[in-house]
């Protein structure tokens, strides 16, 4: 089966397009991978394992199947990889040699690390290719550090998307026909760190990246991303095609895109992959990880001198679908520019005390840090004890 494309003839549109299509593979003579291994109804399978034929990218431009055949687990641990221990026999997990490429194959083959998913034929990776899960869930650490039972939609903070990238023998090619010079690219991607990923870099060749979000808690926000691009359908249909370089469909003229794949690997599964992240509900704070009657004076505060409800408002705690200005919170405007809006979406306030670091671009460490922002931005007046109230609320979430 050849990929097909469709190009329309603007040359600005067309420049626009070598880039997406050098990640979606357009143009590319490589076959697609074969099918889903989902159903189109098994949203969670397509969360977990589908690639939606990305393997164009990920194994016959990035070569990443190369890479990983040499790499020990501890490494694939140590850039962030995460191993779901369901999903191999516990007296395997127990004396595997995690130091051996080997234990790698094997749990490829296994499909037991968590977002990536590989064909094994006589101990050698054919195919590899990438799913939401690799940065959108991770594991509770019930076995070791970074194995154990999958939690999805919790955002993987210790993955180092563009360290993996940077590490891919193929590299060079890909950067090459994005026309950005490849050494540039390395120091860019390897820049961003653990929990970052810049989902416009091989767009607009900027790099500035963002915080991997929680998948969770989504069932009634408005719009989606930081930026508030789209609904959830939207942002998981340009991520598949334009990032993950899945075989399918993505259209907006705002980004002035329209890249179609024939067969459309993706567009069939966003309805079950839409409801089962709407499934996906945020995680209650633990027991004892706040106080309690700090957190009640400083909901008063959250609703009050604080005018936090006034963005943070409903049951999820944002107003989206306004959208607000970055002069509005104190943020830095850079990511705002360069999005279809120009203006950034209230976060909503999901399982908030799970994921720091806080702020699209990570500038809050802590939920008092991000307190103090708005205190200083707002010109609130809060004191020491106001703050502190106002972060035990929020760790409360
Ligand atoms: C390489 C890492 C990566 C992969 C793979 C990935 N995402 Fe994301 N995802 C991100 C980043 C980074 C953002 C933040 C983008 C932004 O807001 O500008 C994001 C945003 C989101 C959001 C919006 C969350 C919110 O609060 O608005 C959802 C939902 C989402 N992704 C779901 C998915 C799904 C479904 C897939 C698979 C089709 C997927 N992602 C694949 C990195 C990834
Ligand atoms: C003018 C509207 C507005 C007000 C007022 C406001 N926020 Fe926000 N809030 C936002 C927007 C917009 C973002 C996204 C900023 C970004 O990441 O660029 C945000 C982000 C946050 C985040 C980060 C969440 C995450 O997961 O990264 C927290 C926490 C937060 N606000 C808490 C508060 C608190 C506490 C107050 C009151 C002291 C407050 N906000 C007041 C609009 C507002």
Redesign the pocket.
Known sequence: MRTQSSVRTDPYLRSVLVASCLVAGCSSDAPVADKSPCATNDGQCI?RHDTFGDEQLWTDTLRLHDLVQTLPPTTALAVGLKVDADAVPADVLASADLHDPATTVALISLDAVV?VHGIVESGRITKIG???A???STVDDSVAPGIGKRLDGWPNRTLN?GAVIALTPGLPSFTGSLGVDNAAAVAALNSWGAGR?D?RFNQDKESHP?V????YG?AN?AL????G?GV?SY??AY??VT??GGHGNFKDDRLRLDIRQDPDRVTPMLPA?RDY?FSLVPPAAPTGSFDIAAAQRGKILFEGQGRCSACHSGASFTDAPTLHAASETGMSAD?ARR?ATGMY?T??LRGVWQHPPYF?DGSAQTLLNVVEHYDQVLDLGLSGAQRSDLEQYLLSL
């Open positions: 969360f977002g990438i799913t939401c690799m940065c959108h998307p990923y989902a963002v991997l979000p929680p998948a989504l926000v989606e991303t930081y930026t691009e959830v942002w998981n991520v598949a990032q993950m992959l992240q990511e999005s979406r976060t909503p699209h």
